[in-house]
């Protein structure tokens, strides 16, 4: 699992609830939520799931709905953010990690283009993570770009 989604999901969870993974790839975020208690799944191209369109998913609204290193493949970035915010529940976050564009392997997003992204959101915040990716055929550092956000409650 993302060690840094679970980081995030252990410091602000009390109880594990209900999620949706955007991007999936092959699920092992997905099956670590759900060996720790939560109920959820995931969605993707695999799935059948055009990210760069709007979806309401089945199961919600969500507690937490996250997506790792997907927003760089997206012709409709701005949607991923959309489709998250109608997907949670009021007072759920979404998580997201992508590339910054300091990342000499892939060139992905700084700060402010993520905070804009995230307007409708509250409690932003962002960070910058060194990331080795140990990968078959990878073998390099990464720059990555963690963001969260809370859906208001109405």
Known sequence: MNEYLKE???KTYSSPGNFIDLGAG???DV???R???WSGYGVDKKTGTDLNTP???RGG???LVYSNYVLHFLRNKEQ???TAYNNLKDGGWFFVHTFHKTDENIKGFDESQIIRMLSKFVDTSTRIIELWDDEVRHKHWHVILEAVGKKPIM
């Open 8 to 10: 995030f999901v252990d």
């Open 26 to 28: 092959s699920m092992c």
């Open 31 to 33: 099956e670590s939520l």
């Open 35 to 37: 060996a720790s208690g």
């Open 55 to 57: 979806h309401l998913f």
């Open 61 to 63: 609204p969500f507690d």
């Open 80 to 82: 991923l953010f959309e």
